[in-house]
């Protein structure tokens, strides 16, 4: 016997071996996955969603080009990086 397993008459090895691994498979998926971070990301989208419905999205199409050339996208990153850089930097006393 392979592995100290008992044959089941309806079952094959390579049944059994397959069975045995998805069993193992699926919460090993989970955890890969990570729902914490899912959860995190699924946030963010949120509270994007609800900052783009007040205003936010106005602000950003007149602040970036809107084409899509590699100039306009090269303005793009230069402006997001500026932006998140003054934003990093803030002083302590200016952070809400």
């Known amino acids: 016997m392979r ?6 008459p309806e079952l ?4 059994l071996d397959r ?3 998805r069993a193992h498979l ?3 998926l989970v955890r890969a996955a990570e729902p914490g971070f899912l959860l ?6 949120v509270i994007v969603a609800a900052a783009g419905g007040h205003g936010l999205r106005g602000a950003v199409t007149s602040l970036l080009p809107g084409g899509g050339s590699l100039p306009d996208l090269l303005a793009i990153a230069a ?3 500026l932006l ?3 934003v990093n930097n803030l002083p302590p006393g200016w952070a809400c």
């Open 12 to 15: 094959t090895y390579g049944q």
């Open 26 to 28: 699926i919460p090993g």
């Open 3 to 8: 592995r100290g397993r008992t044959l089941s």
């Open 79 to 81: 402006v997001s990086a």
């Open 40 to 45: 995190f990301v699924l946030g963010l989208g």
């Open 19 to 21: 069975q045995s691994s």
């Open 84 to 86: 998140a850089n003054l």
